[in-house]
């Protein structure tokens, strides 16, 4: 499968130059024009009239499309809602009641229709996903019902005047704590596993394999990798940072981009301008980020910078008030940060994407006037809105009036479609790819090359037989590693063995064992500070590989590489330098 183009971020000249043709060509546009004939959601992207020979360049597409297209059109366009249910055109009764109150229709696929959508987000959670706040409802099951689901959308949205270009189907599928679809699928190890390995080659297979998954299941917008730099003991970020350090974080976000777009799925780096040098969580409030601007740009935009210079189609902006440049305002809402900063200064010139537009910081609006708001500020999408039916009619009243100047709206939907059209044309893998040896080995090389000692001997095993314990609800991930110790040689048994103890997302010191003889550290490593064991381990993931990993090294087969990403109170980053 070949490469998704990853044009520099300095081409944004040539849509520029689009945008203005179109501007002029669609300023009298409000009255709605007659649609076309619905296009085929599976039939290949024909050239629209007027692209002549530019038909095969996403921009020259884009441009085209959006000359054709009515003020509904161009509005759906920019509006990237949730729905209720998991299938595009039959659900629950109390999924048709959630999509009522949302917009005004039974199923996802009329939501489609109704609001001539650009995209949907899949939406979902699990018991640690700090996300959790701000999904609803859920949308993913496993990889038959998913890619069941996505087909269904993308035929809804092909009958649509846009419905040339593929839809937009996304969700946060970052690994670790923040995995939407976790059945049935190659999970690999957190961000910050991916860190402490150190091997930005390694991160690119293991994301190349996920996009090959998430492109089988029809998602070609992944809201992944996070580029926060993990600046502060950030309980949201944590684990899904991929460190402490810029510049090794940096190196990081660049594989992940090129690996997850080499198999036709966007990247999207978040959360512009640094969610890791806060501790506070946007999902409850509006953190405020009071480092000085010469501080953020040495300790949280250079991975941004790597991202959009490794081709990243797509950036999330964060619902962050950055003091030293736009102080009182979130990001989100802040021209001078995602105009002025994040395209003047950084050069970035693909799609930005808002946070999610039901979280408490963009809620102090109505949808309406909120995404209007975000566009005029830089946005290109607006994502989860509370309401999509407000959100649609607010953007259609702003731009009928003129608070919302058409250049910014025709602007946004031009870089929309322009992504859309370079995923466009791309074989769809098989679902029989999931989880395959190629994909599962990927993930294993990067868990394996996580796995760190921060206090004891450097590799040679422990003393069986093993008895392995866990902080509480945690009993699938103990039988995990159970089972990978066996399958070591490791004997295990009930009580009596070595004490192996795991902790995870949300532990603290009362959850440590006395009287373990190994502690492990499964998400960020900060508990082991506390930690009394001899020997202290990280995994930063409780992922299978992360398992097989640590019960490689716990059986003595395997030498343990990796360093901590982040610093732990009275601890070296590894006790196995040299």
Known sequence: MGRVSTTPRRAGVALAALTALLVSGCSGAAERRPDPAPTSATAPASPTPGASASAADPAARAAALVATLADEDLVGQVLMPYAYGDAATRVSPGSRAGNQTLGGVDTPAEMIAKYRLGGLILVGFSADDPTKG??????????????????????????????????????????????????????????????????????????????????????????????????????????????????????????????????????????????????????????????????????????????????????????????????????????KLLTDVLRGQLGFQGVVITDGMNMPPAKRWSPGEAAVRALKAGNDLVLMPPHVGQAYDGLLAALRDGSLPRPRLVEAATRVLTMKFKLADRPVPELSTLGGPAHRKAAEDLAAAAVTVLRGACGGGVRGPVTVTSSGGRDHTRAALTEALTAAGVKVVAGGGTVVHLVGYGDGAGDLRADAAVTVAMDTPYVLAKAKSPTLLATYSSSRASMTALAGVLAGKTRPGGRSPVPVTGLPATTCDG
Request: no cysteine.
């Open 134 to 335: 701000n999904q609803e409802t859920t949308n993913v099951d496993n990889p038959k019902q998913v890619r069941e689901l996505t087909t269904g959308l993308r035929e809804a949205a092909g009958r649509l005047p846009a419905g040339q270009a593929p839809f937009l189907i996304g969700t946060d599928q970052e690994y670790g704590v923040v995995t939407r679809i976790t059945d049935g699928v190659t999970l690999l190890p957190s961000a910050l596993a991916a860190g402490a390995a150190g091997k930005p080659e390694l991160t690119e297979a293991a994301w190349r394999a996920a996009g090959d998954e998430l492109a089988a299941m029809g998602i070609n917008l992944d809201f992944a990798p996070v580029a926060d730099v993990l600046a502060t003991r950030s309980t949201v970020i944590g684990s899904r940072s991929y460190g402490a350090d810029p510049k090794a974080t940096a190196a990081q976000v660049a594989g992940a981009v090129r690996g997850l777009q080499a198999a036709g799925v966007a990247a999207t780096v978040k959360h512009f301008p640094g969610h890791g040098h806060s501790a506070a969580d946007s999902h409850e409030g509006l953190p405020v980020l009071d480092q000085s601007r010469k501080a953020l740009e040495a300790g949280a935009w250079p991975p941004f910078s790597a991202g959009i210079d490794a081709g990243a189609m797509a950036v999330m902006s964060a619902h962050l008030d950055t003091r030293s440049v736009d102080p009182g305002t979130a990001a989100t809402f802040s021209h």
